[in-house]
């Protein structure tokens, strides 16, 4: 793709949120996120000190998450892993929106929940907003973005990646709700080359993956054959 808004590893929160996460394994994250000059790393509530610390000196943005990735927590609880991301380190916060609620057409429920998040912390953090669309149906994924917007989020985003992965579908869905109001962010399932170009074609502005590494590794191929 050659219409990019910037270099394609800036895309790229790279992502490393399974349970069985060891130590080593957010270290090794953390050096390909600085290798890579990703936008973003994002890690477990556990792990945000330590990535915080070794991307001190970084170009890689602290990505904390909130009530990640049921959504199904209390806002108190998602309020306080947000704000104490925050006090961590994180520069962006990633959260999962109340999943059950919106299904159940509780609209009040999740904008509520999502803005009083938002007024906790700090301006300069972004606070990203998962709807999990592989849940939804177009509607819902219509009526989340709404939400998402109208509570005074900086970007609404697709899945977690663990109850499915986004499609050009429900992408697409999404960047029609939004129409322009605020930023998009695809992730969940992110794993090829052809699916980050797509997304971006789409209006994604920003990829979530943890095959982030092995994209950019095809990218340099395609490259390298030119």
């Known amino acids: 793709m050659s219409n990019l808004a910037q270099p394609l590893n800036r895309y790229f929160d790279h992502a490393i949120l399974k349970s069985d996460t060891t130590e080593a394994q957010v270290f090794a994250a953390c050096a390909e996120a600085r290798d890579g000059h990703f936008f973003g790393l994002a890690v477990n509530p556990c792990w945000t000190g330590l990535i915080a610390a070794e991307l001190k000196d970084s170009d890689v943005a602290v990505v904390g998450v909130a009530g990640f990735p049921l959504g199904a927590t209390t806002t108190h609880s998602k309020t306080s892993e947000a704000v104490e991301a925050a006090k961590l380190g994180a520069s962006e916060v990633d959260m999962v929106a109340n999943i059950g609620r919106i299904v159940a057409g509780d609209l009040h429920y999740a904008e509520t929940e999502i803005r009083e998040i938002r007024n906790a912390l700090p301006d300069a953090v972004p606070l990203k907003v998962i709807i999990e669309t592989p849940l939804l149906t177009a509607q819902q994924i219509h009526a989340a973005t709404t939400a998402v917007i109208n509570a005074g989020a900086q970007f609404v985003k697709t899945a977690t990646g663990f109850f499915g992965g986004t499609t050009s579908e429900t992408l697409k869905a999404?960047?029609?709700?939004?129409?322009?109001?605020?930023?998009?962010?695809?992730?969940?399932?992110?794993?090829?080359?052809?699916?980050?170009?797509?997304?971006?074609?789409?209006?994604?502005?920003?990829?979530?993956?943890?095959?982030?590494v092995t994209i950019m590794r095809e990218h340099a191929h395609r490259l390298a054959k030119v």
């Open 174 to 212: 999404v960047v029609e709700a939004n129409a322009g109001q605020i930023k998009v962010k695809a992730s969940g399932g992110v794993r090829t080359l052809a699916q980050a170009e797509e997304f971006i074609a789409l209006g994604a502005d920003r990829l979530g993956s943890s095959a982030s």
